[in-house]
């Protein structure tokens, strides 16, 4: 079992930072896909950046002013949000996509509010 922990969320005003931390833990052997969804009231989850293979991947409407990054050392994933906007505003999710005892295996943490608003 492997579980993901997400941090980080808030109240920002517009034009503000936040830095997203999700920590996973678990019998993870290795690391396929990684990432950050997004669900605002009304619309359907969608994918803000991910990490794959390596390469990085960001919706369009984050491209600039969201990074993604990891400490692998500590299992850690971060979002780095600058630059926010109140239709940022959103539950914000991490995703891991791991190799474990198991098989391959599909995790989800529990989700992070963020609210921009002034």
């Known amino acids: 079992q492997v579980h993901l922990v997400e941090s980080g969320g808030g109240l920002v005003q517009p034009g503000g930072s936040l830095r997203l931390s999700c920590a996973a833990s678990g019998s993870i052997f290795s690391t396929i896909t990684m990432g950050w969804y997004r669900q605002a009231p009304g619309k359907e989850r969608e994918l803000v950046a991910g990490?794959?293979?390596?390469?990085?991947t960001y919706a369009d409407s984050v491209k600039g002013r969201f990074t993604i990054s990891s400490d692998n050392a500590k299992n850690t994933m971060y979002l780095q949000m600058n630059s926010l906007k109140p239709e940022d505003t959103a539950v914000y999710y991490c995703?891991?996509?791991?190799?474990?005892?198991?098989?391959?295996?599909?995790?989800w943490g529990q989700g992070t509010r963020v609210t921009v608003s002034s």
């Open positions: 990490t794959a293979y390596g390469s990085v």
């Open positions: 995703n891991g996509v791991y190799v474990t005892a198991f098989g391959r295996r599909e995790y």
